[in-house]
């Protein structure tokens, strides 16, 4: 099976523009998380889609958005940029079960400048 | 909100030393997993434990959960260098929902 795809690899943007990244899961994989991972911050849980209904959210602001599809490839979206959201988004696809490991693909290098 | 720490943050080791590392959760988990995440890549799901004072192996790796589920272990015996990386526990919270909160993780260097 193929992996967890995301892109784009890497991104630059300037502070207030907007941003979405895409994620598509591994076949059959029903739930979509995200992650923002920082070196002081570590991994932080922004969202979880399944079945293209948001399931759990983290504590960010709500410039931070995401949806899914019915294919379960999913879209994370960030509006009026700020310099500290330059982070590498990580998206990670599950069978969406209870227990189930994630499975997470290399990730968005967003820079904000 | 749920908080999951990790301890050391940072260890360095010569080739063949023992390393281990302490996961602790301010609130009861239901389960809990362990990733390694090596230098440039991504976290990659090494195990999961869910009973009280559960066991488990991996070869040179022992993961073991706490009897009140708040907090775990991940010990390496005789480290290799192809054990470098950052390794991270994920809890979920007892309370319900499939939401996985990561831990702080601990960084291993592993010189010759």
């Known amino acids: 099976k193929a992996g967890v795809t995301q892109t784009p690899r890497y991104l630059i943007k300037t502070r207030g523009q907007q941003v979405t990244l895409s994620c598509s899961p591994i076949?059959?994989?029903?739930?979509v998380s995200w992650y923002q991972q920082t070196p002081g911050q570590g991994l932080q849980f922004l969202f979880e889609?399944?079945?293209?209904?948001?399931?759990n959210k983290g504590n960010f602001p709500g410039r931070f958005s995401g949806r899914q599809f019915s294919n379960s490839r999913s879209e994370m979206n960030v509006s009026t940029l700020e310099l500290g959201d330059s982070a590498l988004y990580l998206c990670?696809?599950?069978?969406?079960?209870?227990?189930?490991?994630?499975?997470f693909g290399n990730g968005t290098r967003l820079t904000v400048t | 909100g749920q908080q999951v720490m990790q301890i050391p943050q940072y260890q360095h080791v010569q080739e063949g030393e023992d390393f281990t590392t302490y996961c602790n959760s301010s609130?009861?988990?239901?389960?809990i997993q362990w990733y390694k995440q090596r230098p440039g890549g991504h976290p990659v799901f090494l195990i999961q434990?869910?009973?009280?004072?559960e066991v488990k192996k991996q070869k040179r790796l022992t993961f073991q959960f706490g009897e009140a589920k708040k907090n775990s272990s991940l010990h390496i015996t005789a480290t290799q260098t192809t054990d470098v990386g950052t390794y991270f526990c994920?809890?979920?919270?007892?309370?319900?929902?499939?939401?996985?909160?990561f831990g702080t993780g601990t960084q291993l260097k592993v010189e010759l």
């Open positions: 990670a696809s599950s069978e969406g079960v209870w227990g189930s490991p994630l499975h």
């Open positions: 076949s059959g994989h029903r739930s």
């Open positions: 889609y399944f079945s293209e209904t948001q399931r």
């Open positions: 609130t009861t988990l239901s389960n």
């Open positions: 434990l869910v009973k009280s004072g």
């Open positions: 994920a809890g979920r919270d007892s309370g319900g929902g499939n939401k996985l909160t």
